[in-house]
């Protein structure tokens, strides 16, 4: 017998064969919603299992109900795979773990909504307090994607964190993932540009203890606007950090090449800043952790 999602997501299926529109539309919703509650695999398995695929459900999208065409368009997307699905992420050593639930994007076109590998390291890092304490800190990070490394920050009694994207997909995202883990009212998610960062209302509350980074030199171009923002940000004092964890795979993104080198040199030009900790990871030599404190 199939597990009980999979029989009830047959069950739903089986209801839109005679219902009316809003039925439909309801159901088509519900149906997208249990599917993303699941686990990748677990979704693979179940479109398996009931025969399920987009093309099930491609003609709903000629359905003369706007609700229903709507309701259609989102089921496709995520048999697709541009739906959100659930990981388990556990961090920490085995005795005093950390475990999380996080929704992510696996679709095209959706570098900043999936869980990369050095926000695991940062995350690691964190969990860990390899570089600083957390507890009682105003936390925030910058190019969050998921808000792993934010999330963990809260979980690590940080009294506040500011998870920070220029995307607004990536902040909903964000948002969804901290009440999942009943983690919200320490989590506030927040548009930072940071070309313009004066347009954001991150700016207006400067100080932050600890500034956190995963993956966030993917340009040349970023390197300069990044500098200029990190010292305008955190709190001036002995024990503020900025933790910056940067994957510079070559093979990734051709966009990528040089870019973190190019970050390393202009920090190293700033005088207000120094660098206290640069390591490569053993396992991993394209994962640099680095390290920033007032100089």
Request: aromatic share 4%; charged share 20%.
């Amino acid at each position: 017998m199939a597990p009980r999602p999979l029989r009830h997501a047959l069950d739903l299926h089986r209801q839109l064969k005679e219902a009316d529109a809003p039925t439909v539309a309801a159901t088509l919703r519900q149906l997208g919603e249990e599917l993303e509650e699941m686990t990748f695999e677990q979704m693979r398995g179940c479109k398996s299992a009931l025969g399920m695929s987009t093309s099930a459900f491609t003609a709903y999208l000629a359905h003369p109900d706007g609700a229903v065409v709507d309701a259609a368009a989102e089921l496709v997307n995520i048999l697709a795979g541009r739906g959100a699905y659930t990981r388990t992420v556990k961090l920490g050593p085995p005795d005093a773990s950390l475990e999380l639930s996080l929704f992510e994007r696996q679709g095209e076109g959706s570098v900043a909504l999936r869980l990369w590998r050095s926000a695991l390291v940062l995350s690691e890092h964190i969990i860990r307090n390899r570089f600083c304490s957390l507890d009682g800190k105003r936390v925030l990070e910058l190019g969050c994607g998921l808000a792993l490394p934010g999330l963990v920050c809260a979980a690590a009694r940080a009294s506040s964190v500011c998870v920070t994207d220029h995307s607004a997909e990536s902040l909903a995202l964000a948002r969804r993932n901290a009440a999942r883990n009943g983690l919200q009212k320490i989590v506030e998610a927040h548009l930072l540009d940071w070309e313009a960062p004066q347009a954001s209302s991150v700016a207006a509350q400067p100080g932050f203890d600890l500034i956190v980074a995963a993956d966030v030199c993917y340009e040349m171009t970023a390197s300069e606007c990044l500098a200029a923002l990190l010292p305008q940000l955190l709190q001036a004092g002995p024990t503020s950090r900025v933790i910056m964890v940067l994957d510079a795979d070559d093979a990734r993104l051709p966009c990528m090449r040089g870019s973190v080198s190019a970050f390393v040199s202009v920090m190293e030009q700033r005088a207000e800043m120094l660098c206290i900790h640069d390591e490569v990871e053993e396992s991993d030599a394209s994962i640099r952790t680095l390290v920033y404190a007032w100089a």
